[in-house]
């Protein structure tokens, strides 16, 4: 059991990195021109859903009984490693 808890702890914190980072790309879109603004703006939301996604994710592996707990954590893996990919190219395409 404290395998499943130090993983769920070390997602979730990396979950609350990846907003205060989203938080900060959408301030930085608010310096660009009008017309990039509209282009950040569908990405930031893109990147918003993939993180209620894998919040979403965080509250199943807190609910998963044992038997699940696998299950559960592969499919959270693939919604973590594309928040992880967004969350990279937005950085790249932000800076």
Do not use: C, P
């Amino acid at each position: 059991m404290e395998i499943q808890e130090a993983y769920k702890q070390k997602k979730s914190a990396q979950l609350k990195e990846w907003g205060a980072q989203l938080n900060l790309l959408e301030a930085k879109a608010e310096n660009v021109g009008a017309d990039l603004k509209v282009k950040h703006a569908e990405a930031m939301q893109a990147l918003r859903e993939k993180q209620k996604s894998a919040s979403e994710k965080m509250k199943e592996l807190g609910a998963a009984s044992a038997e699940a707990w696998e299950d559960v954590k592969v499919t959270a893996d693939k919604v973590w490693d594309d928040l992880k990919v967004g969350m990279a190219d937005a950085h790249a395409k932000f800076k």
